[in-house]
């Protein structure tokens, strides 16, 4: 848990930055020996103008973990139920 929601984003752009462009990012998630794990977001990100993200991925692997959002609340949930989701942009 990173203080606030579950889990630990792959990447956490910090909310002092304000320019960051992002292409073609995949986050896979496997936890064979606790299913229960939970990711809330995939990636975290500041809501700026100068702060972009284009094509992302998340997958869990097996269908044995949980991520409900590729970032910051949004895009699709993979788990055992939808194994893929992709999100074409964020900013």
Known sequence: MDGSSNG???????NSVTAFQAYGLGVYCYFST???VASANALTSPTSSGVQ?????????????TISHIIENTGG???????VA????YS
């Open 8 to 14: 630990y984003p792959s990447i956490n752009v910090a």
């Open 34 to 36: 606790n299913s229960g």
């Open 53 to 65: 993200w284009h094509d992302m991925v998340t997958v869990s692997l097996g269908g044995v973990t």
């Open 77 to 83: 949930t993979v788990s055992s139920g939808s194994t």
């Open 86 to 89: 992709d999100l074409t942009s």
